[in-house]
């Protein structure tokens, strides 16, 4: 019993820490999306003033650091969730600039070679998908594994339950057991009791038959 309650306790906490990478994870997959969205707007250079495309690529270098911040913050009990998880990794090999060097989501900031402003788009889309398969794929795992617990804590719950029942079932048939040897012993007391009165009865009568045919004798 013990032993499942260790069980339960250490599911429990993984549930949790999953819980919170399931959340930074979300948290990333909403900015990827709008970083795509600016990068279809940007996409548009003819139709954009260069104040707008820089005021797109100012908003653009604010969701590239956001990604960063949320990479080096999210912890679970001082555990690092997103090792990994920032600019600089994320999208890398998706794309390679004219020399043949990977591209990253960092190349999306200004004066990057993917900047919304002179940047190849073309390329930055493949690293957006890229760095959004990634994490996509992450929230899936984190995703499968949380409903895999799930299914797990239920079998150890209906365990659990099912130890208590065979537990009560034990006591209870304890209990049965030490009842009826009571019971058994208060019915033999009873029994000598009336084996005992009714021989002392029989003796009596016998007794005063005997007295009986003495005094007729006499």
Known sequence: MAEIGGELKGMVQEEAMLGAREGATSALSDILVRVRGLLVSGANRDALSFDERAGLQLELDGLLGAIDFVSQTSRFK???LLTG???TNLGRGAATDANG???GLADLKSGGALNLLTGDLGRAQKVIEAASRTVSSDRASVGGRLVQMDALRGALETERL????ARSLIEDADYAEETGRLVRGQTLEEIARFVKQMAE???ASAVLELLKGVKRGA
């Open 201 to 203: 009865e029989q003796r």
């Open 101 to 103: 060097a990977t591209l």
């Open 162 to 165: 099912n130890i208590d029942s």
């Open 85 to 87: 998880y920032n600019t």
């Open 78 to 80: 001082g555990i690092q």
